[in-house]
């Protein structure tokens, strides 16, 4: 079993950044960490995928914008965003193999 702690969210101007922590309650290095998004009234929408190895995907929506990395030593994984839109208010969570934390949100407004 493995527990899934996000932290980092808040209340940031547009074109603001934040970093957002995935911390985990055991090794996930042999895993892949997913990041994902969902706000109320919205489908879940998948944000992007670190795989253990290291390879980077991400959704269009956020590609060039957002950056995910991950300190297999801290058992972390991590969402920089950048640049960010009144749209991309939402509840962000990480989803290890059939984990999930509980969410940090982040809202962006002036």
């Known amino acids: 079993q493995v527990q899934l702690v996000e932290s980092g969210g808040g209340l940031v101007q547009p074109g603001g950044s934040l970093r957002l922590s995935c911390e985990a309650s055991?090794?996930?290095?042999?895993?892949?960490v997913n990041w994902y998004r969902q706000a109320p009234g919205k489908e879940r929408e998948w944000i992007g995928t670190?795989?253990?190895?290291?390879?980077?995907v991400y959704a269009d929506a956020v590609k060039g914008r957002f950056t995910i990395s991950r300190d297999n030593d801290k058992n972390t994984a991590y969402l920089q965003m950048n640049s960010l839109k009144p749209e991309d208010t939402s509840l962000y969570y990480c989803w290890v193999l059939r984990y999930r934390g509980k969410g940090t949100q982040v809202t962006v407004s002036s």
């Open positions: 670190i795989y253990e190895y290291g390879r980077v």
């Open positions: 055991r090794s996930i290095s042999s895993a892949a």
